[in-house]
């Protein structure tokens, strides 16, 4: 698997989701496959139409690594909790999670770049 950061000891689960959180912006996306931005937002809302990504910031898809990257910066992130739980019920219903399993991942992390606290998610 391509190194995902911590390496060793981390599951491989895990590992993934750090390398498939880092989705490129639409500039780099258009760049990179020499396509106009239309394009690269066309193809984007299809697949928010497909359930496969969920927009959350009408404007673009953000990715904070990229972003740092291309400003020269040195992204990094802290994760401070990974749990599994269960859903409380507004939470089960937006996700429309069935009756008999409403276990879900809570994640907060801290990004960083330089050392230095970027964001933090979910905002406190």
Known sequence: MQAAGDGEGVP?????ARILRDIPTESA???TYRVSRITVRQAID???RDNFLQRRNIA???SFTSEMEQMGLSPSSRVM???VEEADEETARSLQLPVDDRRV???????????KTASRFPSP
């Open 12 to 16: 491989k689960y895990i590992q993934l």
């Open 29 to 31: 996306l258009g760049q």
């Open 46 to 48: 299809t697949l928010v």
């Open 60 to 62: 673009q898809v953000y």
């Open 81 to 83: 909790v990974l749990a």
């Open 105 to 115: 991942t809570r994640l907060s992390r801290v990004r960083m770049w330089a050392g």
